[in-house]
């Protein structure tokens, strides 16, 4: 089994390193990182730079490692130390917008682009993105994080798009949007003051969570969008 984890330095994506390399004995694991690679070594774990903006590196990436069983993308963007997500539209900056999009949405789309090949088997393969239960049009009560909300909610047309499209030319694939709910991680942690009690979640837990979804799903849950809970959240 060969498992390609993008992002695989980050708070989730060291954790998804770790549990799928318990999880999946058998398996050998390439995991990207941008700056630096993750603190983990293992003899089936192998470190790829990679810039998720840069499809030319994607891909690269996909021409070096052939065929996929198993491809998840952790990457995500949500503030950054000069800016955090709009409280209201006055907030708004298209360049911080734009920055959503090229690190929400458009790294997946390029990674099902230049991976579509390599997860077409005779077994079933997974494609997951994580996305945010924020992105969902029909759960937005509250409004703010403009950018944010917009990103994922792009991601989410975008992988259902795909997933139909795949369901004729990569019929055993099954792609799957997957909300972590708030982990316990750099991203979330100017945000978690205020959470109520048991609603941040060890990364731990939303590993397990994620590949519990996984290891359940069949080619005929593609396009699902899944919460770390098990159940399906509306669009």
Known sequence: MKILIVGGSGGIGSSLVSSCLDYYPESDIIATYNTHPGDI??????WRKLDVTIEDDIENLSNDLGSID???????FLHSESQKPEKTIKEFDPTFFQHNI???????????????TSLRSNKTTHFVAFSAKIGSIEDNRMGGWLSYRVAKSALNMAMKTIAIEWSLKVPNCCVI?????????????????????GQLHSTNHTTDAL????NSSAPADTGKFMSYNGSEIPW
């Open 41 to 46: 070594h293992h003899s089936r774990l192998q």
């Open 70 to 76: 198993l491809l998840i993308n952790a990457v995500g």
């Open 102 to 116: 090229n690190i929400n949405t458009l790294p997946s789309i390029l990674l099902a682009k230049h991976f579509m």
């Open 177 to 197: 949007l997957f909300h972590s709910g708030t982990t316990d991680t750099q991203l979330s942690k100017p945000f978690q003051k205020n959470l109520p009690v």
């Open 211 to 214: 590949l519990d979804i996984i």
